[in-house]
């Protein structure tokens, strides 16, 4: 779900309208950030909610987020908690003059979704897991050795590595015919769509009502060998309908899609991919976590599955720490001239070791922040994808299985057409790290979702103990080189944009 409809800014899910009678997305943000902060630091939050130019200066609050929750286990549990209570509160669910918080809109749904089928003609089995790279499609022993060359490369953690591993040695894992799965945001690029149906899912789609977005999801599930379960607002009378009838408005019809989600049999996996831009990511981001909580809450057998952005900040493993740190000591002259001449705003040292840190000899120990926040990227991006880190920690912590991973930075549209973000991520291996096309990275999020779901000590199941909240969400992370890059990624940014701009 990559673009908005032409919807009333002022219906379904929306921002609180502020003293000046408006609806502010700065001061909301701002608010929420407050609250998950103040339970642990209330100095932090009367800075952050003192802070003027929340645009320009958000990244340092959204920082220290990180950084307070990395300090004990029940620092990061409060501040997710906080943060979800905070923005459920705050946000609205808007319909016909009507106002209400997202929670008690879930509860009273106006009107119910039609079903439409869609079965795949393919009888072969399960594909193998394959992933598009460079041209090729890397299956068996070649993607075992690509694999292995992005750990030596530093492009994905050690866990992540292994969790590929394993699922290419469990084949039988990929046969997902007792599994369903609800996709919101179901054609997202990143999205795990085409592959579930050819590995024999059943697939409840939800995305936008657009004939050309459909048609294109139902002839990958006519390819395939699994089930595609279509929302209609009126039931279609004949396939030649079915694209022209198919599609729903998370943003507006939040409380009819909780419903038509509620009524699935047997386990369901529900997962989050839509994005939207701006203060509209928001909006979207809350109606997909209100929806995921609400079913979570009624019934037991019920997976999340959300992908984690490269572009934030985060705890991360004593290993990713000493490589950034190695890799910055011996970086060469031209950088070291070039941080001097810049006053130490350029290639400045990737990785900050945590406060509380001590030398440890497990390498999977959290011990440092890497910040990869983007200025660019804005305030509402930040705020949407913690609202996913949050819910991903509060839904463990309930005993509810969580698939969340780092997806890989890649060249998506919502990238490509920011024209620095896309220029800087085409010259990124000239830094130690790399940008995916948005296939490798969605086949990958899609192995690691199988993953997740089969595996028995997976951290996506709530009863594998960790030693820290957070470090379900450095598991298997597949960052690109991001972590563990000599240099703190703002600060090579310029120059990254530069050369990507110079090369076309």
């Known amino acids: 779900m990559a673009q908005t409809t032409d919807r009333d800014d002022d219906e379904g899910v929306v921002f609180p309208v502020g003293r000046d009678g408006r609806r502010s997305t700065s001061e909301t943000g701002r608010a929420i950030f407050a609250d998950a902060l103040r339970v642990v630091n209330p100095e932090a939050a009367a800075r952050t909610e003192r802070e003027r130019n929340w645009r320009a200066h958000y990244l340092v609050h959204a920082r220290r987020l990180v950084e307070e929750g990395a300090a004990s286990p029940a620092a990061a549990k409060a501040i997710a908690l906080a943060g979800l209570l905070s923005a459920h509160r705050r946000l609205q669910f808007a319909r016909d003059g009507e106002v209400h918080t997202l929670e008690v809109a879930l509860k009273h749904p106006r009107g119910r979704l039609h079903t439409h089928t869609v079965a795949g ?14 041209g090729q499609v890397l299956t068996g022993d070649a993607l075992r050795r690509q694999i292995d060359r992005w750990e030596a490369d530093g492009l994905v953690e050690p866990s ?17 015919s007792d599994q369903r799965f609800a996709l919101l945001g179901a054609y997202a690029e990143m999205g795990p769509l085409p592959y579930l149906l050819r590995w024999r899912a ?16 139902l002839r990958l599930a006519h390819a395939g060998n699994g089930a595609l379960c279509v929302p209609c607002a009126a039931a279609p009378s004949g396939e030649g309908e079915v694209a022209q009838r198919a599609g729903v408005d998370l943003v507006r019809a939040a409380p009819e899609i909780a419903a ?29 976590d209100a929806i995921q909580a609400a079913i979570a809450a009624r019934r037991g057998d019920t997976t999340l599955a959300m992908l984690a952005t490269p572009t934030d900040a985060y705890a991360v493993p004593a290993a990713a720490l000493r490589a950034a740190h190695e890799r910055y000591a011996r970086r060469g002259r031209a950088a070291r001239a070039l ?3 810049t006053f130490g705003r350029a290639f400045a040292r990737n990785g900050t070791p945590l406060a509380t840190m001590r030398e440890t000899s497990d390498a999977a120990e959290l011990a440092g922040i890497v910040d990869v926040l983007v200025a660019q990227q804005g305030p509402n991006y930040v705020l949407a994808k913690r609202l996913q880190h949050w819910r991903a920690l509060v839904a463990r912590q309930a005993g509810i299985r969580v698939s969340i991973h780092v997806a890989p930075p890649a060249l998506t549209r919502s990238v490509t057409k920011n024209r620095l973000l896309g220029a800087a991520y085409r010259a990124a291996h000239r830094f130690g790290a790399e940008a995916f096309e948005p296939s490798t990275a969605a086949a990958l ?24 909240p957070l470090q379900l969400l450095a598991d298997a992370a597949c960052h690109g080189g991001l972590w563990r890059m000599p240099y703190a990624a703002r600060s090579a940014l310029p120059m990254a944009a530069l050369l990507g701009l110079l090369n076309g």
């Open 202 to 217: 059943t697939v409840y789609a939800v995305d936008l009502p657009r004939a050309d977005l459909w048609q294109q999801m």
């Open 339 to 341: 941080r001097l001449a």
């Open 260 to 288: 038509w989600l509620d009524a699935i049999e047997g386990p369901l996996t529900i997962g989050a991919y839509a994005y939207l831009d701006g203060a509209q990511h928001v909006r979207v981001a809350a109606a997909m």
């Open 445 to 468: 999020m899609a192995a690691l979702l199988v993953h997740d779901l089969r595996h028995p000590q997976a951290a996506a199941n709530p009863s594998v103990e960790l030693a820290h």
């Open 121 to 134: 003609i393919s009888k072969v089995g399960p594909a193998p897991v394959a992933v598009p790279y460079r």
């Open 160 to 176: 992540f590595a292994q969790a590929l591993w394993r699922v290419q040695a469990h084949p039988e894992w990929f046969d997902l």
